[in-house]
């Protein structure tokens, strides 16, 4: 179990640029079968609420000493308020290989089914040429999601690792452009109970700051 607090910074939405949210996790190991339950609460200038609520399965198959795969299956559950809303629908599969007994190699892959309806939405950006320097651009349309990722782990001690990933998804908005960010984990285990995660993620090639930052303990139960 574990209970994070964070927020996220978006200089396209008009007075929403910065966003506290908070996450509660739940997630039950056996054998090779991962289950994970995760929802939370956000909070910005003008209004505040659920997020969606992700409910997962994941298995993990080892196919030899170096090499591990993983498939898996979630649904996000429309608990976050807003107009159009529905239930979407996530397919994954990664792959780790290890060189090393610390280091590692991962990639993987996420397909999303977009369930939300179809509805004006309504963003603010100040586009070259433009008079108007908070004009509003409506964007209509929505496609399913496709996001790859490429990235590296490593033990820095035996309590101790920090990962680096690279990611590559489109927006579910047709108009919008892909969304490429670098991110990077760093996870400490304080004792055999209790465990922290700093995890920061960044979007690049954009000019206007997407960013989000999150601090998580978490405790083992058994």
């Known amino acids: 179990m574990s209970l994070g607090y964070g927020y996220s910074t978006n200089e396209d939405l008009i007075d929403k640029e910065i966003q506290q949210n908070t996450k509660l996790k739940i997630g039950y190991y056996l054998d090779n079968w991962a289950y994970t339950l995760q929802t939370g609460y956000y909070a910005h200038s003008d209004h ?14 080892k196919v ?21 809303n529905e239930m979407d629908t996530i397919l994954s599969t990664s792959f780790h290989y290890y060189p090393s ?25 100040t586009r070259e040429g433009d008079d108007d320097d908070n004009k509003n651009d409506t964007y209509e349309g929505l496609q399913n999601k496709h996001n790859f ?24 908005f047709v108009s919008e452009h892909n969304i490429r960010t670098i991110s990077s984990s760093l ?18 090639l954009d000019e206007d700051l997407h960013d989000n930052l999150h601090l998580t303990v978490g405790y083992h139960i058994w």
């Open 64 to 84: 030899d000493s170096r090499f591990v795969m993983s498939l898996g299956m979630g649904l996000r559950v429309p608990s976050y308020d807003f107009e159009g």
């Open 101 to 125: 007994a610390s280091f590692s190699i991962v990639a993987g892959y996420n397909y999303t089914y977009i369930g939300d309806e179809e509805i004006d939405t309504l963003f603010s950006e």
């Open 187 to 204: 996870y400490y285990k304080i004792n055999d109970k209790w465990f922290t995660t700093l995890y920061y993620k960044r979007e690049v």
């Open 149 to 172: 990722y490429i990235g590296a782990g490593y033990f820095i001690t035996h309590n101790l690792y920090l990962n680096i990933l690279y990611s590559d998804e489109n927006s579910k």
């Open 48 to 61: 505040e609420g659920m997020i969606d609520t992700l409910v997962r399965v994941k298995k993990r198959i």
